[in-house]
C-alpha cells in the first residue's frame, strides 16, 4: 500500500469519484482533514476482495448516480466500468 496521503474535506467532496478509483486503482489511502482535522480515512481495500469489491463500488456508482445530478456522471460510470473491467481481466 502506498504512503496515506492528507486532504481537506472540500477535495474530498469534489473529486469524490476521482478518489475512489485512485483509492481503489492504485491502492492509495487517504486521510481526510477538516480545518486540519483528521475526520476520515479513505481505505483501499485488499487484493483478495477487490472482484466482490468491484461489484459494490458499480452499485455505489449507480445509486450516486440517482442521487446527484452530474453532467458526466454517465461518462464517469462508463469510464470507471471500463477500468474494473481491464482491472478485472489483468488479475
Do not use: C
Not at 39 to 57: F, G, M, N, Q
Amino acid at each position: 500500500m502506498k504512503k496515506m496521503q492528507t486532504i481537506s474535506a472540500t477535495k474530498a467532496r469534489n473529486n469524490f469519484f476521482t478518489l475512489l478509483e485512485e483509492s481503489f486503482l492504485q491502492n492509495q489511502p487517504f486521510i481526510i482533514k477538516k480545518s486540519n482535522i483528521p475526520l476520515a480515512y479513505l481505505i483501499p481495500v485488499s487484493k483478495e476482495d477487490k472482484t466482490e469489491e468491484s461489484d459494490r463500488i458499480k452499485e455505489l456508482l449507480q445509486i450516486t448516480g440517482q442521487w446527484f445530478d452530474l453532467k458526466d456522471h454517465k461518462k464517469v460510470r462508463k469510464d470507471v466500468d471500463q477500468r474494473l473491467t481491464k482491472y478485472e481481466s489483468s488479475s
